[in-house]
């Protein structure tokens, strides 16, 4: 079985999304099955990049785009980048000979996909990772229900329906496929997972760090991410001094930047709870270890929306691989992963009474929290595991290629 995968961005640069790929592509070739990959122009948009990139072992065709004006104009820009990804994808697909293409969300890359599977007689599989209208509506790009939401909304539906077999990464996008009239026997979910092999319990706390942060003898709260409107740390900020009437022992480390970086900073100073919160901004990627070796819970205080309530995120599953104590609102895209009071906690989104509660409550309940870690790793180990997920992508393929290698 030869797949070509048709992403949106890809390893070095560093995401949910390059990790997510990083992995299927490495199950495949386990499965002893040959894959290809090629990135669209937004991988490194603006840049001029090799047509040929060999990254951990993978080697990704590049497709260049343009510094042309009419590539930054709605709908036209988007026209402008399918059209230089399916011309890339016809020169690979010619070169390569693939059985299928898989192609990742965006829709912009099923687009592309399904124009070059058709000109090649080559069956196409379309991957929904998220919503990328729900994203744009969140980071502030675009309104729900405005004509841009619609229009990426609609092209996504066109893919879905011509696409010759779907797949996504929970049952959230799955019911919401088929309300929009895709036949449920055409989804499968191939669903987020992690190599708990790559995240190995969290060890000794890291003497550096938390000398340096001034943190030893102290009970660390943490968020370590993206700094994203949705992802609510706004809330968890809010909380703080309530934590701190309760538990002055108390300190909230933020690990990260983004998009709401500066309006956190200005919410701590007008609290004025300095001392208590400690913001590193970003930090390398072989660092981050580091942090959460220093941390006692980790708190992913999503914002109850539908990019939340429908997309399954990785974090709670790599918590859970390192053993890690974390507490989490009760959105949609969390209770899919997580089995409250079992392998992790969950808190009512959008009430701080809840979350202060729930994480007092935790932070008193120190006892319990080996049977927790324990019944985490056991989680992902035996269930949300890579190996698991891909192993779903068997049948996708071989209903297409009924005589391709197994």
């Not at 729930?358 to 080996?370: F, G, H, K, V, Y």
């Amino acid at each position: 079985m030869h797949v070509l995968h048709v992403l949106d961005h890809s390893i070095p640069l560093q995401s949910g999304y390059t990790f997510r790929t990083r992995a299927i592509l490495k199950e495949q070739r386990a499965l002893g099955w040959k894959t290809s990959q090629v990135t669209g122009p937004k991988h490194n948009p603006g840049k001029a990049i090799a047509p040929l990139e060999s990254v951990d072992g993978f080697d990704f065709y590049r497709c260049q785009g343009s510094d042309s004006l009419f590539e930054r104009l709605p709908v036209i820009g988007q026209w402008a980048v399918i059209s230089l990804l399916t011309k890339r994808l016809l020169e690979v697909a010619r070169a390569e000979k693939p059985d299928v293409i898989h192609a990742h969300s965006p829709a912009l890359n099923g687009v592309a996909a399904i124009r070059a599977g058709r000109a090649l007689g080559i069956p196409v599989v379309y991957e929904v990772r998220g919503f990328w209208e729900d994203a744009a509506v969140s980071h502030g790009t675009s309104s729900e229900g405005g004509l841009r939401y619609r229009l990426t909304r609609a092209m996504e539906t066109w893919v879905l329906k011509r696409a010759d077999a779907v797949t996504c990464i929970c049952e959230g996008i799955r019911q919401d496929l088929i309300a929009r009239g895709i036949a449920a026997e055409k989804i499968t979910i191939v669903p987020n997972a992690v190599d708990a092999s790559r995240f190995q319990p969290v060890g000794d706390r890291d003497a550096a760090i938390e000398e340096r942060l001034q943190l030893a003898g102290k009970k660390v709260v943490a968020f370590i991410g993206s700094f994203y409107a949705y992802e609510g740390l706004d809330l968890l900020v809010a909380a703080m001094p309530r934590i701190l009437a309760a538990r002055p022992d108390t300190r909230l480390l933020l690990v990260g930047g983004g998009q709401v970086a500066d309006e956190v900073k200005q919410q701590v100073a007008q609290l004025g709870i300095e001392d208590a919160v400690i913001m590193t901004g970003r930090v390398p990627y072989e660092e981050v270890d580091a942090y959460y070796s220093v941390t006692d819970v980790l708190v992913y205080p999503r914002k109850s929306m539908r990019l939340t309530d429908l997309v399954t995120p990785l974090k709670p599953l790599e918590a859970m691989a390192q053993k890690s104590m974390f507490l989490a609102s009760d959105v949609g895209g969390h209770r899919e992963l997580v089995r409250d009071g079992i392998t992790g906690t969950l808190f009512k989104a959008d009430d701080i009474d809840d979350l202060v509660a729930s994480l007092l409550r935790l932070l008193d309940q120190e006892e319990r929290w080996p049977q927790i870690r324990q019944a985490g790793r056991d989680y992902v180990e035996n269930e949300r595991n890579w190996v698991n997920s891909v192993a779903n992508l068997k049948s996708v393929y071989r209903r297409l290629v009924p005589g391709g290698s197994q």
